[in-house]
């Protein structure tokens, strides 16, 4: 069973507009949530975090919401860049050292 | 810093041979983790040191899956007698304490 779901395996944004990353988790023990880019042929590198007492976090482009009661959090990026193609993880944490990741979801910013 | 660094960065073996990544984490790391990831999945816990303290193996790692880290500092991740269905990027990642894990541009590995 997927604690943490990305329903969405890519979508297609054009350059300058908002992209929206939607996760979804099952386990009400996580209370610390990351979002990583992958870009092929590399390790995933660290983007946002948000604390499960915080509904928001703000760093530059990047924007992570987190909707508790609905155990729902997004990413928007905006504006979306051509060189944010890549794929993106949603991944989770109960307080402990182990992630427990969601599948990705591919973006890709058209010119 | 440099990084997290992996050694071999692709790796092809048949089945039944037996093979063995390397991973240097960041320097003043004292946490290092293996994950493994396949094709349109998000990375799995394998395991996960604190020092040279392995704390914890998921039930992912059967037995043919080993991991060391002598003195604290580099990891090594052994697969005996490989299967097909270990074909996978093996990554590996390190953290100071609870910080955040930092990844390392991972193994290829292809079981023919």
């Known amino acids: 069973d997927q604690q943490v779901k990305q329903n969405s395996p890519s979508l297609s944004v054009q350059e300058g507009r908002i992209s929206i990353l939607n996760c979804d988790y099952t386990?009400?023990?996580?209370?610390?949530f990351l979002w990583y880019k992958k870009y092929p042929a590399e390790g995933p590198t660290f983007l946002i975090s948000?604390?499960?007492i915080k509904d928001k976090n703000e760093d530059g482009r990047f924007t992570v919401f987190l909707n508790k009661s609905a155990k729902h959090l997004s990413l928007h990026i905006v504006p979306s860049q051509p060189g944010d193609s890549a794929v993106y993880f949603c991944?989770?944490?109960?307080?402990?050292?182990?992630?427990?990741w969601g599948a990705g979801t591919k973006l890709i910013i058209k010119p | 810093d440099t990084g997290v660094s992996q050694d071999p960065r692709h790796k092809i073996t048949k089945r039944g041979q037996n093979v063995t990544f390397r991973c240097d984490p960041i320097?003043?790391?004292?946490?290092l983790y293996w994950y493994r990831q396949t094709l349109g999945q998000g990375p799995e816990f394998l395991t996960y040191?604190?020092?040279?303290?392995?704390?914890?193996k998921s039930r992912l790692l059967s037995d043919r899956f080993s991991a060391e880290r002598p003195k604290g500092s580099f990891s090594t991740l052994e697969i005996q007698r490989t299967e097909q269905g270990d074909s996978a990027m093996y990554l590996c990642?390190?953290?100071?304490?609870?910080?955040?894990?930092?990844f390392g541009p991972g193994t290829r590995l292809t079981v023919t």
């Open positions: 990642a390190s953290s100071l304490g609870q910080g955040r894990p930092r």
């Open positions: 320097s003043e790391h004292n946490r």
């Open positions: 040191f604190q020092n040279e303290a392995q704390l914890e």
């Open positions: 386990n009400s023990m996580f209370d610390y």
């Open positions: 948000i604390s499960s």
């Open positions: 991944a989770a944490s109960g307080g402990n050292y182990q992630l427990i």
